[in-house]
């Protein structure tokens, strides 16, 4: 039987692919990719791109990230995939990042098990762990919580000395307010492993910069 792989790419740098994720997209004959918007480029396709064998059959699917018809999109999606599990063919859907992890891959997934098909997943390094390397920055430690949350949460912080916003992008000033009103330091990293890759700390330069591929680390005594 055929088997739909999902598999994490990792938050942008080729190097960062664990050696099983390369194993794997090296020998399925179809590689998926999501793309936030239509007819657009897939960040995790242009990260396992080096990796893909000539001759793979490579189809890019929209996903669009938030919106009202994202479960019609992953049908669709998934429609594509169960066609060529059926041929026989073993599919690799790439995630930016871990494919648990704010992921489209989960989207789709509903769909692949309500069919029976053999499903494996690869987890990759994700981008706040990436850009807590990259800044050298403790994310939690001892038997304190590591709170990740989307931005638009970021209000329903308590007690946590250690938090991660995730898609701070369009949320930068509420997510600053917030973290600054409750006294927590901050290191705001965008395009970690990427070509533009940018770590700020200043608040009007983190305003003024506003990138979609965005997050904060964030903690207090």
Not at 139 to 168: C, H, Q, S
Not at 182 to 187: D, H, N, T, V
């Amino acid at each position: 039987m055929a088997t739909l792989y999902g598999i994490g790419v990792g938050p942008g740098d080729s190097e960062l692919l664990t050696m099983k994720a390369v194993k794997t997209i090296e020998k399925c004959q179809v590689i998926v990719a999501p793309s936030a918007t239509e007819n657009g480029e897939s960040i995790a396709l242009e990260t396992a791109k080096e990796y893909i064998k000539p001759g793979t059959e490579v189809v890019i699917k929209h996903f669009p990230m938030g919106k009202k018809d994202r479960v019609i999109k992953a049908l669709q999606a998934y429609e594509f995939i169960e066609a060529r599990l059926r041929e026989g063919k073993d599919v690799a859907f790439l995630t930016i990042g871990d494919p648990y992890v704010y992921s489209t891959y989960s989207h789709m997934l509903k769909h692949v098990r309500d069919c029976g098909f053999k499903v494996q997943t690869i987890p990759g390094i994700t981008s706040f762990c990436a850009a807590a390397s990259l800044v050298n920055e403790t994310l939690v430690v001892g038997n304190e919580r590591l709170v990740i949350m989307p931005a638009a949460n970021v209000k329903e912080i308590t007690d946590e000395k250690f938090v991660v916003v995730m898609k701070v992008y369009k949320h930068e000033e509420e997510v600053l307010d917030v973290l600054e009103e409750k006294g927590f330091e901050y290191i705001y990293a965008s395009r970690v492993g990427r070509e533009g890759e940018t770590v700020l700390t200043n608040r009007e330069e983190i305003l003024k910069l506003r990138d979609y591929m965005s997050l904060i680390i964030a903690n207090r005594k």
